[in-house]
């Protein structure tokens, strides 16, 4: 069964979330496992994709927007629309940016939300929580603000 993991930052800015995805994919991608980020939309995609080019200047992690061609070596795919993702190997880490819960997301092994304080960010994924609750998925929660 699908775990998830939700991931309660200090900052209200979209922008440390996205970083943090970022944290999460290279932990993730160390580890072998296949990431597919879920954003909310084509420019938010295409700004982690952006991002993952500069983010740490240590760190190489191969990606691509999940509309690219398919790649025969592992990647961090992104996308954003709910018919996406299907592509991806879907056996590793989902992480969601978007405001809702794809359709797809259990078929991963791993679900992470990326809480900031952000009305609309909190407000949303509050209702991702209960979805998953009710549907007895198991929760995890790491509060980054202490």
Not at 62 to 68: F, G, I, K, N, Y
Not at 97 to 119: A, C, H, K, Y
Request: proline share 4%.
């Amino acid at each position: 069964m699908t775990k998830v993991k939700f991931y309660i930052l200090p900052g209200d800015s979209s922008e440390q979330r996205q970083l943090f995805a970022c944290r999460l994919a290279e932990k993730a991608f160390k580890m072998g496992h296949s990431i597919y980020i879920h954003s909310s939309d084509k420019a938010e995609a295409e700004a982690i994709d952006q991002l993952m080019w500069s983010w740490r200047n240590s760190s190489f992690m191969p990606h691509q927007l999940e509309a690219e061609q398919a790649s025969a070596h592992p990647v961090v795919n992104i996308g954003y629309q709910q018919g996406q993702g299907s592509s991806a190997q879907l056996n590793g880490l989902l992480i969601n940016l978007s405001q809702t819960v794809p359709d797809f997301f259990s078929r991963f092994e791993t679900v992470s939300e990326i809480v900031v304080q952000s009305p609309a960010v909190t407000e949303a994924t509050r209702s991702h929580y209960r979805f998953y609750r009710d549907r007895g998925y198991p929760l995890e929660n790491h509060d980054m603000r202490q």
